[in-house]
């Protein structure tokens, strides 16, 4: 992105910057027309670029911030061993009859 902010400003002011800022204008067989400057400006931008982001990385490296930890212990006496008769019950047994049934007496 500021690459080509940086090629645009050079296009828009190219004559200025060949008046002002060209060094090479003893040289006109070279035609270099201002694109020594835009070199040294791109190169400026890119050693910008690499230094900000190796300072980037050096402070976001140097900061820990560690996550509170989350811990849960169960009391151990208050776990019940498991029944496994308790578990199957047949909650259909006040159907069921434990003795035969006599028809009523007439």
């Not at 690459?3 to 070279?30: A, R």
């Not at 578990?87 to 035969?100: A, D, L, R, V």
Request: hydrophobic share 30%; charged share 20%; aromatic share 14%.
């Amino acid at each position: 992105m500021v690459y080509s902010v940086i090629k645009v400003s050079f296009t828009m002011n190219q004559k200025y910057i060949i008046d002002n800022f060209c060094v090479n204008t003893d040289k006109p067989m070279m035609n270099c027309d201002g694109k020594c400057y835009l070199a040294t400006k791109l190169k400026e931008e890119q050693e910008r670029q690499e230094n900000k982001t190796a300072l980037t990385f050096s402070q976001d490296f140097g900061v820990y911030i560690q996550n509170p930890t989350l811990s849960y212990q169960h009391p151990s006496n208050s776990i019940e061993p498991f029944a496994h008769e308790s578990f199957y019950q047949n909650w259909f047994g006040q159907t069921e009859s434990k003795e035969i049934d006599h028809p009523p007496q007439a």
